[in-house]
């Protein structure tokens, strides 16, 4: 008995690892930005049909909400990312709806660079942290690497008159 136990833990596993992803993320090719401005860069993300994550913020505290961390680099500043809207999920036999994101939608995040930054290219790494579920099953939680990859233009100099 302990033995199919162990063999329907290794399929599950197997299925798991063989199964193609279910949350996909899409950063801009590059996006250009000049010193002592802001400008917003849009990161999409594609669930799985069939599959939902949880909103940001998540409608019950035990809920894992998707969530993107930037990490900052001398020359970018990154602000707080916006979410859009969730849309209500009702699991079956429940009577409460969930805030969720199902298909495509995009995260949008606020760059600024400082007046003296130095021009040149600059990369922002970082992770979109989500758990999947389904209607029947949640996925364990998950991460995935987020790159995007910023160019700080040359101020271009005034002629003298």
């Given at each position: 008995?302990?033995?199919?136990?162990?063999?329907?833990?290794?399929?599950?596993?197997l299925?798991?690892?063989?199964?193609?992803?279910?949350?996909?993320?899409?950063?801009?090719?590059?996006?250009?930005?000049?010193?002592?401005?802001?400008?917003?860069v849009?990161?999409?993300?594609?669930?799985?049909e069939?599959?939902?994550?949880?909103?940001?913020?998540?409608?019950?505290?035990?809920?894992?909400?998707?969530?993107?961390?930037?990490?900052?680099?001398?020359?970018?500043?990154?602000?707080?990312?916006?979410?859009?809207?969730?849309?209500?999920?009702?699991?079956?036999g429940?009577?409460?709806?969930?805030?969720?994101?199902?298909?495509?939608?995009?995260?949008?995040?606020?760059?600024?660079?400082?007046?003296?930054?130095?021009?040149?290219?600059?990369?922002?790494?970082?992770?979109?942290?989500?758990?999947?579920c389904?209607?029947?099953?949640?996925?364990?939680?998950?991460a995935?690497?987020?790159?995007?990859?910023?160019?700080?233009?040359?101020?271009?100099r005034?002629?003298?008159?």
């Open positions: 008995m302990t033995w199919l136990l162990a063999l329907a833990l290794a399929a599950a596993l299925d798991e690892a063989v199964r193609p992803p279910v949350v996909i993320v899409r950063s801009p090719t590059r996006l250009s930005l000049a010193p002592g401005t802001t400008a917003d849009r990161v999409t993300v594609a669930v799985a069939g599959f939902h994550v949880q909103a940001n913020p998540a409608s019950e505290p035990y809920l894992i909400p998707i969530r993107l961390e930037l990490g900052d680099d001398p020359r970018v500043h990154v602000g707080l990312p916006a979410y859009p809207a969730g849309k209500p999920y009702r699991l079956k429940s009577s409460i709806d969930f805030s969720t994101y199902e298909g495509t939608f995009e995260l949008c995040i606020p760059l600024s660079a400082p007046r003296m930054a130095a021009p040149g290219d600059a990369t922002l790494e970082g992770v979109l942290r989500y758990q999947a389904n209607d029947r099953i949640c996925l364990k939680p998950a995935i690497p987020v790159r995007i990859s910023v160019r700080i233009a040359s101020v271009p005034s002629s003298p008159r």
